[in-house]
């Protein structure tokens, strides 16, 4: 059996108090390794170049927004 397969027999077990700290490590063994961190909320998981991505349509939109109302005519 593998190590893997081991440690995801393991999870269904672990109280919450456990996940969360089996949770914080592994986000510091992603940011030791300089890997991407990945993040979780109510609206799904997503990683690091996720939002970034998003943080740069959200700026394209504000700036095309900006754009808009710096051509229009004082009244």
Do not use: C, N, V, W
Not at 5 to 34: G, H, V
Not at 41 to 70: C, P
Request: aromatic letters at 6%; hydrophobic letters at 40%.
């Amino acid at each position: 059996m593998s190590t893997l397969t081991e440690i995801e027999a393991a999870l269904p077990k672990l109280s919450d108090a456990e996940l969360k700290q089996l949770a914080a490590d592994l986000d510091r063994l992603f940011r030791e390794r300089k890997g991407t961190s990945i993040y979780q909320d109510a609206h799904g998981t997503l990683s690091e170049a996720d939002l970034i991505i998003a943080a740069d349509r959200a700026f394209q939109e504000y700036d095309k927004a900006e754009g808009t109302d710096a051509d229009r005519q004082a009244r």
